[in-house]
């Protein structure tokens, strides 16, 4: 099976713009999560998606959105970019049995804010 | 709220050395995970730990689940320089999953 893929690999944005991130999930894998990692905070929870619908929510301000498609693959927004939104962001998705709670990672987004 | 920590931050070893990481959360965990990240990599899943002072073996590596479920270990027996890279703990409490802040491992040849 293909893995977690995410697009584009690398952005380079500047402040006061918009971003969308892409994620495609694991074939048959149903949950999406995705991940902020910076090298001062380790890796932040965004929010987790799971057959459309957002099933829970990190500790992040409104500028971050995100949706999911009814053929599992995501797609998380930023607007309004500030300097501290440079980062690399991470989804991972999840297979469907309920007896794990394994995340398999995509090799992420690397954000730049100029 | 929420917090899974995990000591040390840091740590540089001779390689054949062990190496230690630990991960301790304020709450009770339903499951801990272990996951390796190596250098400009993402992470990848390592295992799974769910009863309550379990302990799994994989080759040198040797994890724990401890009898609360609220904190768990990470040894390596004998480093290698392949080992090099970021471990995370993580864990599920109720809806939401908590990544600890990662340990770094350098090994030195």
């Known amino acids: 099976k293909a893995g977690v893929t995410q697009t584009p690999r690398y952005l380079i944005k500047t402040r006061g713009q918009q971003v969308t991130l892409s994620c495609s999930p694991i074939?048959?894998?149903?949950?999406v999560s995705w991940y902020q990692q910076t090298p001062g905070q380790g890796l932040q929870f965004l929010f987790e998606?799971?057959?459309?619908?957002?099933?829970n929510k990190g500790n992040f301000p409104g500028r971050f959105s995100g949706r999911q498609f009814s053929n599992s693959r995501s797609e998380m927004n930023v607007s309004t970019l500030e300097l501290g939104d440079s980062a690399l962001y991470l989804c991972?998705?999840?297979?469907?049995?309920?007896?794990?709670?394994?995340?398999?990672f995509g090799p992420g987004t690397r954000l730049t804010v100029l | 709220g929420q917090q899974v920590m995990q000591i040390p931050q840091y740590q540089h070893v001779q390689e054949g050395e062990d190496f230690t990481t630990y991960c301790n959360s304020s709450?009770?965990?339903?499951?801990i995970q272990w996951y390796k990240q190596r250098p400009g990599g993402h992470p990848v899943f390592l295992i799974q730990?769910?009863?309550?002072?379990e302990v799994k073996k994989q080759k040198r590596l040797t994890f724990q689940f401890g009898e609360a479920k609220k904190n768990s270990s990470l040894h390596i027996t004998a480093t290698q320089t392949t080992d090099v890279g970021t471990y995370f703990c993580?864990?599920?409490?109720?809806?939401?999953?908590?990544f600890g802040s990662g340990t770094k491992l350098n090994v030195k040849p």
């Open positions: 991972a998705s999840t297979p469907p049995t309920g007896a794990t709670d394994t995340q398999y």
């Open positions: 074939s048959g894998h149903r949950s």
């Open positions: 998606y799971f057959s459309e619908t957002q099933r």
């Open positions: 709450t009770t965990l339903s499951n």
């Open positions: 730990l769910v009863k309550s002072g």
């Open positions: 993580a864990g599920r409490n109720f809806n939401k999953f908590y």
